[in-house]
């Protein structure tokens, strides 16, 4: 395989953020969306260069797995 190491390196880059990312703060988040799509809030999200992408695909990404026929969208 031409591209192991790549490859290793990359997977465990992506253990050590799992492994260290707070799950409490991962909660807190969904939770918040959920508020905020329940009461029929609006969802802002932002970035500045590589970020706006960022935020761009996450306010896709949010709308479309919410939309569902005869369901109310989470505003984004």
């Given at each position: 395989?031409?591209?192991k ?15 260290e ?15 905020a ?40």
């Amino acid at each position: 395989m031409k591209n192991k190491a790549y490859i290793e390196n990359y997977l465990d880059g992506i253990k050590q953020i799992s492994a260290e990312i707070c799950r409490e703060d991962i909660d807190r988040v969904i939770e918040s969306l959920f508020e905020a799509w329940a009461a029929e809030k609006r969802i802002l999200i932002f970035g500045n260069g590589g970020s706006a992408g960022t935020a761009s695909h996450f306010a896709a990404d949010l709308n479309k797995c919410t939309s569902f026929e005869g369901k109310k969208r989470i505003k984004v």
